[in-house]
Structures are given as structure tokens and as C-alpha cells.
């Protein structure tokens, strides 16, 4: 499959659907006319045509939250791709870590729900922000300004309450919130180092054998 091969619109476009290549999230939906591809391609970096400015613009060109390239699929009619990425940091202008973070309600009404399975990134990226620009009164800032060890003792400290909550009998309503404390302040471990959540995620498929069940 090669350029040539994709079905181009009358306006010399195809669509492009966006994937987190780790996690399988659509993080969008745009535009790629051949120069797009190309530039794709060659660079390794999401390259979009924008319609509205009639310009080809690079994903993160303003905001700094390009898309790394993983791999390119072509659909069975060749008139649209996917593009599955890594990337760093949101890929919606609202600071969501997909654009489709709304759904339809039982009523047709738009919701700004988060899926539940983007909130790990979502908390994530809001780690990375309060790294780069300190808020004052960030409780994230504050933590992460008193340094790893400081961030280690916390997470030692949430451990304890998660086997506590669990041995103690405390509900399953309380393992849930101490587990939640936890993995949250982890992020924060991950962030401080500068440590990417999708390299925890690849080692864990790691440690799964060929027919998909851990490994001991």
C-alpha cells in the first residue's frame, strides 16, 4: 500500500480516526490531504489539513502535544486511515485526552462524562500541568515541590491504608477509595520522574505469555 493507493476525496482529502496505539483510545477524528500523508510518514509526527484555515498544520505545532507515530492502517475501500500513536499530552483542545469525551444520554442529550477508561491519562496529564506551571494552592504542586521522598512516604502511607481498609473489615466502598488514593499518588511518583504511564502499560503486556494470561 502506498500513497497512490488511497482513495482521495473530491477535495483531495481522506479522514484520519487518531488511536492510542497502547491503550486503544480514539483520540480524534481529522483531515490528511497527500502532503499530510507524506509528512506523516517522512517525520514520524501527525500532520494534519486543516479546512477551516486551508493549511497544513503538525499535531502540537502551538501546544506542544504531538503524536508520535506507532503505525499506519489503511481501510478495505482505501479512503480512510488509521493512525494509532504515542502522545504527549491531550489531543482535545479542551485538555481532555480525547476529543470524544462526551456521550449521548438515554434522551440524545450531550453529556461531559469522562469514560472511566481514559482517567488514568486524564490524571495523568494534569500531573504533567501542575509539573510545568505550579498553581498556587495545588495540592500536586505542593507534593511534588517537597521532592520524591516525600512523594514515596505518601504512597507508603496509602499502601498501608489499603491493606488496613482490606484486613479491617472496613467495606468494599473504602478499599475502593484507599486503592484509588494510592494508584493516584503512584501517578504522581511517575510524573515527578518524568516516567511516561504507557511504559507502566507496556511492561505489564509484557508479562503476559503468548496465550494472554500473566505470567508467574
Not at 39 to 45: C, E, K, M, V
Request: proline share 5%; glycine share 8%; charged share 25%.
Amino acid at each position: 500500500m502506498t500513497i497512490d493507493d488511497l482513495a482521495f476525496d473530491s477535495r483531495g482529502l481522506v479522514p484520519a480516526v487518531v488511536q492510542d496505539a497502547d491503550t486503544g483510545t480514539v483520540l480524534t477524528l481529522a483531515w490528511m490531504n497527500r502532503e499530510a500523508v507524506e509528512r506523516t510518514l517522512t517525520t514520524g509526527l501527525v500532520h494534519f489539513w486543516s479546512r477551516s484555515r486551508q493549511t497544513l498544520w503538525r499535531k502540537g505545532e502551538t501546544s506542544g502535544h504531538v503524536q508520535h507515530v506507532v503505525r499506519i492502517h489503511v481501510d478495505c475501500d482505501a479512503d480512510a486511515v488509521l493512525v494509532q500513536v504515542h502522545p504527549e499530552g491531550p489531543a482535545c483542545h479542551t485538555g481532555n485526552p480525547s476529543c470524544f469525551y462526551r456521550r449521548f444520554d438515554e434522551r440524545g442529550a450531550p453529556t461531559d462524562t469522562m469514560p472511566t477508561a481514559n482517567m488514568l491519562e486524564r490524571l495523568e496529564e494534569i500531573i504533567r500541568s501542575r509539573k510545568s506551571a505550579p498553581p498556587a494552592g495545588s495540592y500536586v504542586a505542593t507534593l511534588l515541590g517537597k521532592g520524591e521522598p516525600a512523594i514515596c512516604r505518601k504512597i507508603g502511607e496509602e499502601a498501608i491504608e489499603v491493606v488496613t481498609a482490606a484486613l479491617g473489615g472496613e467495606g468494599d466502598l473504602r478499599v475502593v477509595a484507599e486503592v484509588a488514593d494510592l494508584w493516584f499518588h503512584t501517578l504522581v511518583l511517575l510524573g515527578a520522574r518524568g516516567i511516561p504511564l504507557r511504559e507502566v502499560l507496556a511492561e505489564l503486556a509484557s508479562r503476559h505469555v503468548a496465550r494472554g494470561s500473566p505470567s508467574s
